[in-house]
Structures are given as structure tokens and as C-alpha cells.
């Protein structure tokens, strides 16, 4: 029954995907289905971005720390 059931749904997305490509509305570009090289690729330059936005935030943390330490010589001195 179960294999019944899942064969059932898949169906139906299968079924709902279709007209919703049939009918592109003018603003949306057709859908091109990817290479597994072209995969690779994507997933390498959004870790790329990933990487180089949290070494920014990296950044700015750091710098922050500096200058509560900085406060915080002070607070001891006094």
C-alpha cells in the first residue's frame, strides 16, 4: 500500500510541474536543466561567496574585540 501511495504522489507533482511549463508567463525565463559539471560549479562559487562573506563578519568581530580589550586596559588601569 505504501508503494501505491508514494507511486500516487509522485504522479501528481509530475502532473502539476507540466502545466506550470506549459503556460511561462513572459518575465520568467524557460527552465534549463543543469549538467552535473554545471552543479559543481554553482555549488563551488556559492561557497566561494559563503566563505568570503563569513571572513568579512571574521573581520569586523575581530576588530570589535580590539576595541573592547582596548576599553577594558583602561577599565583596569583605573
Excluded at 502545466?19 to 534549463?32: D, H
Amino acid at each position: 500500500m505504501t508503494a501505491q501511495k508514494s507511486a500516487d504522489t509522485g504522479s501528481s507533482r509530475s502532473s502539476t510541474a507540466t502545466p506550470a511549463a506549459a503556460t511561462s508567463t513572459p518575465g520568467r525565463k524557460a527552465w534549463k536543466k543543469k549538467t552535473p559539471t554545471e552543479v559543481v560549479l554553482d555549488q563551488i562559487n556559492r561557497l566561494k561567496d559563503d566563505v568570503a562573506k563569513k571572513e568579512e563578519e571574521f573581520k569586523q568581530a575581530k576588530r570589535q574585540l580590539e576595541k573592547l580589550e582596548a576599553a577594558r586596559k583602561v577599565l583596569e588601569a583605573t
